[in-house]
């Protein structure tokens, strides 16, 4: 079976200059979980939940402090002016571009590849989602959900 037999051909995607608060309300709206990033119609990275989760956990220097369950006890008796930070920050966090946040180290795939290659590079590499590239453009998007309902199909067929 070939990723065109499985693939999304009607990715949704982002633009690199779109903020994260953008990029984050498609991915609830579309119910997924990440999306390619365009330069206009070039593929420039994938954004993921993930990639906005960092930037809420503090993981990189400077980025925004959360409180753990019992620091929200004290807070409010302690500092309240931490709290007036952490909401600064959120909004902060919300304004940067998704070319700020995004993963530019992308693996793709093309559509005449097989659906074994795809699950090995999603496999080996740790991704959900592989953009479809074909004569250097988007042509789709395949997930490990997608080559799950395949092999599901294949084998009611079969």
Known sequence: MLVRDVMNSKPVTCQNEDTVSEAAR???RKKISGMPVLDGDRLVGVISESDVLRLLSGEEEGQLWLPSPLEILEVPFR?????????????????KK???????DVRTIGPADSIEE??????????NRLPVIENDKLVG??????II?????????A
């Open 79 to 95: 500092d309240l002016l931490k709290w007036e930070k952490l909401h600064a920050s959120v909004e902060d966090i919300s304004k």
């Open 26 to 28: 498609e991915m609830k």
């Open 141 to 146: 998007i395949v997930t490990r959900g997608d």
């Open 149 to 157: 309902t395949g092999l599901g199909k294949s084998n009611e067929e």
């Open 118 to 127: 795809a699950a090995s590079i999603m496999t080996r590499h740790r991704i």
């Open 98 to 104: 998704v070319s700020e946040v995004m993963h530019r």
